[in-house]
């Protein structure tokens, strides 16, 4: 673990008094840049509004006014939108698009005293588990352990920059089908996605709107628990973000009584023996600190996740990229040739493959003749599988996984895979996103240096619960 | 390829079946998912991230819309669905703000309602939804440019749209259909006539093709439908006259050379691949809802004429006038409570309408008490039917208080028979040629004795009155 | 139903986008895979009522009270194709 101090502790000195805050974020943005050249965590760093945002966080601290995230540096991910500051969702078709506001957790962070740093490198619109579906044109982050395979995603650069950052920082980063908690085990960090609706989804960028959720990473439990404590709440620009409050999170809690459902099938062949290993000590310590283990078998989950959620997901965003088109904002064409040839012009020439082919796939399975079989069916089978879930939750507190059934893989190992196996890589992180559930990931351990995730899903709304259960495994 | 086949396999029997599409702008402040003002002037100065699909945005329903919608839905007989939803029709064109459009597939606002024309004819409505708007395409004033102009101020204004069956039978009752149609929305007070926007598809066939259903698309203004529906039956006539083939097509309706156009078939039909919004919840409507939405509907015209005529007994004629106008009717109905609703009707349907429209008022211009006061005097008979009319028009253009006036000037009618009596005398005396010629036979000489002595009392008498004591004195005479 | 070429075709030209002779075939073959995979969909257990959401979101909407809009300048700040106050878009017309 590269910081010394967490966040926490740093917002507790800023409070004090004494600390140089922008002379600490001058160093920052340095260290930044540094990291960058090498594992290029950053699609963009935010240099003039990270020090402009440290100017005023300075002099209000002076006058006293100090916030709960007072002098942190914030990354974003990239689908996120920051107000004049290039937003791209990693992909070549939003280059130069300068939202015109802030997305509501990012200002909700900056209310408290963050400050934007940058935005982090990702699968293009999300669509990935590796980071390397970055769009034409972008450079894929790398992993700050060994620079020659995956960050994971597509969250990639936000967990990149958690796990190498020498400075306080705290990462924004956004899941649709296990893009927190995947990157976050493959860098060693602490990754929380909260419930569906707990944070305002106003300034994402969509990638799939019913199972897109805004969550954090940090260094460690708390420090991620703190900044999804200050961007959640309901937000009227959201007509789905949840009116519930969320209970205070204390990763500090005793775990004594905790009910911990292993899940069966996450166990099986699939899943790396060594990784499987590491994640059941990391059970054992939950056990010592007085949780109870039970076995929950989760049978649907495991056989039809996947397609469940790919099918969704994909409707969804293939609607979502329609408005991409050269108008308004982002890559243009020159215009002249008519309307349906120039749409399809600037498309072709800034899509990258993936984002061609789940378009594809996505217009594929809500067309006439199909809909039924697949959209309308994957619908249906979602709400099984919630209420598989829910059956589970009657006789435990928290599910327990590996996050992933493996750890960072090398880019030519990613590369020798077909579409279907990166999607089959997600096997174990689909459930809890197809059904809204909060779920983090926590490091537990290393196979050969390289860390490994361990995944607790909660039942809805009950981050009190997923935070204490985290808690207990730092 | 003028079919034989075809009319009883779908169903239809009539010389020329139309249904229509109907798309209305929604009489509201602000957009129908974002809180832009509907009302925006110079170009692109209504418009926000949310109705510009900026990357980022979000939806979010206005309440007012959907009241709107709610309570044309009712008025149209409508079935409400209680879990509604929207969805987005994903389709590429220049004036979309995301290339898709929020409206409503699966489960729209209302369904299966119907609207009862004048002439009792009824039109059946499919369904009832609400949907968005797109940007305006403007074109350039150059011909040769190479690009098209968009305003997005009015991308995302609500529009409802009323799909009918296809149970028009020509253009005179499509034409029908459309006023009874807008007389509804301005009942219900949901549509600015003035600044609002209708516009039509409509689905034309005739029996001599088998029915071939021929839509035209984007028809503005209901003149123009009535329009484009006559020509299109006229061509379709024509066409199949001279033995060429009616194809299943889409043609467009150019209202400048008055003609519908083949349109550029495209070279592939978008399928809009309908899915469910994930950024807009589903509407439920309580029952408690929809009887306070029911309550706020306005009774229609029809109904309300039916209405006056079993409650208050009046004539069906004034009735029906009263309710197509609605201040009229409601005064009806105020001053029905404290006078003879039959005499009250007549009086306001016949002589205040035309008092008030000769002098261009209104009403609402016309104080209430005053009718009131008429009314009671006619009723009691204290005044004639002829001063009366003379006192309407002083209400009216003067405001003066009857009650006043008839006491200030001794209006009141002359009841006392020896009056009468009296004038008759007096007129008689003054007119023998006169009543040497009545006594002969001739009528008009009856008449102009019965004006005389009319005159002398001032229209204070009532007619039969001095016409009885007029033969009664010629007699004795 | 046949995954073939035309379906292929069918679908590009639906979501506007234009594939090379390899990517064709590319597609055609992950297509097959893909959706081979995701039907057994058709196998899973199914509710009778569709999970838009992960919960139910319902009855959310806002009142008809005007906003403050963009600027003219804002709303066109984002694009090179504008002229007078409009934006320009690609020709409808051939």
Redesign the interface.
Known sequence: MSVTNSVGDYVAQVRKGGVDILEDCRHALESARRINTRHHFLNTIADERFIAEARSVSDAAKKGRTGRLAGVALSVKDC??VKDVE?T?GSAI?R??????D?TAVERAVKEGAMVIGKTAQDEFGFGGFSVNVGKGFERPTNPIDASRSCGGSSGGAAGLTRAATFPHLAIAESTGGSIVCPAAFCGVVGICP???RVS??????Y???LDKIGTMATTVQDAALLLEVISGHD?????SSPRTMEPLDAAASIEGLRVGIIKEAFGQGVDAAVAHAVKEGASQLEASGATLTNVSLP?VA??G???Y??IAM??A??NL?????????A?GA???????????V??QH?GDEA??R???G??A???G??E????????????L??EYQRAFKNVDVLLSPTMPMVAPTFDEIAKL???QN?MADILTVGPN????PHASVPVGNVKNLPVGLQLIAN?FDEKTLIRAAGGLQ | MSSSTGSSSKGFTGPVVIGLEIHVQLDTKTKLFCGCTTKGKEPNTATCPTCLGHPGSKPVLNAKALEFAAMLALALNCTINKDMRFSRKTYFYPDMGKNYQITQYESPLGENGVLELDDRTSVRIKRVHVEEDPAALVRPTEASANYVMVDYNRSGIPLVEIVTEPDMTGAEQAREFIKKLIHVLKYLKVFDENEGIIKADANVSIKETGYTRVEIKNITGAKEIERALVYEIGRQHDAHKRKETIVQETRGWDADVGVTREQRRKETEDDYGHITDPDLPGICFSDERLEELAAQVPELGQQKQQRFVKEYGIDPVDAATMAKEQELGDLFERVAQSVDPILAARWLRRELRRVLTASGKKVADVEETHVLELLQLLEKKTITDRIGQRLIERLVQEGISPAKVVKDEGLAQVTDEAAVRDVVKKIIEANPDVVKQVKAGEEKAFNFLIGQAMRQLKGRAPPALINKTLKEALEVR | MTVDEALIDAVAANARITLTEKERIKFLQDFKDILDAFSTIADAPAAENPAIHPEPVRDVVRQDTPTPCLSQDDALRNTQHKKGGYFKGPKVAR
């Open positions: 996120l939108c937003t969702a939003l130069g698009y300068h939202p015109l506001f997305a419930t569906y609706g989804r106003y300034g994402l960028i969509d799939a709107n019913s009227k620009n959201d007509s789905t649907n056989k039809y996947v397609a469940c790919y099918i409707c969804e293939s609607t329609a408005k991409y088109c050269g108008m308004r904002y982002g243009h215009l002249g040739p008519q309307f349906n040839d120039y749409f399809s012009q498309r072709t899509f061609k082919r378009l594809m796939l217009t594929f809500r067309m006439a199909w809909r079989a697949y959209y309308v069916r994957a619908l249906k089978v979602r709400a099984a919630i209420e077909s579409p279907l999607y197809l059904a809204g559930l809805h």
